[in-house]
């Protein structure tokens, strides 16, 4: 299994950044994938998650509204496109994969959930 993060880059408050994760190594649609950022010294926050099927999606309230997390089945990618960035989004954002959709809409913020992580990318913004 392997996932690849990139887009993560340095934008001025208010700009947009779109991440992107490749996946392999897996039955895409048997999985949910879901983004998370982290802050040194803090823990990983769960941002976002996208069930299995790409119909059902999940968003922490700091970032409602402003991040948007789609997948194409056919590359094996997800997406999450940032919107309106803040300077308290500046983290590292990880990607990571999960199998077992048992009580997804009630443990998707669960890293621990998750069985495979990319290595991150760095989203950096400037006020």
């Known amino acids: 299994v392997q996932l690849v993060e990139s887009g993560g880059d340095l934008v001025q408050a208010g700009g947009s950044l779109r991440l992107s994760c490749a996946t392999s190594?897996?039955?895409?649609?048997?999985?949910?994938i879901g983004w998370f950022r982290q802050v040194p010294g803090k823990e990983r926050e769960a941002i976002s998650s996208?069930?299995?099927?790409?119909?059902?999606?999940y968003y922490s309230d700091s970032v409602k509204g402003r991040f948007t997390i789609s997948s194409d089945q056919a590359t094996k990618t997800v997406y999450l496109q940032m919107n309106r960035l803040k300077s308290e989004d500046t983290a590292v954002y990880y990607c990571?994969?999960?199998?077992?959709?048992?009580?997804?809409?009630?443990?998707?913020?669960?890293?621990?959930?998750?069985?495979?992580w990319g290595q991150g990318t760095q989203v950096t913004v400037s006020s």
């Open positions: 990571a994969v999960r199998r077992n959709m048992w009580r997804f809409s009630s443990t998707w913020r669960r890293a621990e959930e998750y069985d495979y």
């Open positions: 190594g897996f039955t895409f649609d048997d999985h949910a």
């Open positions: 996208i069930n299995n099927n790409g119909w059902i999606e």
